[in-house]
């Protein structure tokens, strides 16, 4: 018996498949991780409490608590449209309606919010 046997046409094989390289599923992965650790962050702090008490009048006792407490005359200054590089000058009047010593830091922090 012999054997006849057809030539067989060489087919190409299929181009390789191309991977995903692996630094790119990581950087995705430390991406999403770094924007549900920012958005935890932002939860938890805007949930923190004023660090500012704006009372009216005098403190009664309901509103007396332990340890220090601030109160301010006014919460929120408005001065309108003001040129670049002018001094703005304001007086608070701060008060202490707790039950103990109130110590403020030698620079207190002033928040600008520029308004619409």
């Known amino acids: 018996m012999s054997k006849s046997s057809k030539p067989r046409k060489k087919t190409a094989a299929p181009p390789p498949r191309r991977r995903r390289p692996g630094w790119l599923m990581l950087a995705l992965f430390a991406l999403a991780a770094v924007a549900a650790i920012s958005v935890g962050v932002w939860l938890v702090q ?9 009372l009216s009048g005098e403190s009664t006792p309901e509103e007396a608590v332990n340890g220090p407490r601030l109160a301010v005359d006014q919460e929120n200054f408005d001065y309108g449209d ?3 590089n002018t001094t703005i000058e304001t007086e608070i009047k701060v008060k202490n309606v707790g039950d103990e010593v109130l110590a403020l830091a030698p620079n207190p922090v002033v928040e600008l919010v520029e308004g619409c």
């Open 82 to 84: 003001v040129k670049l």
């Open 46 to 54: 805007r949930n923190q409490p004023a660090p500012v008490q704006t």
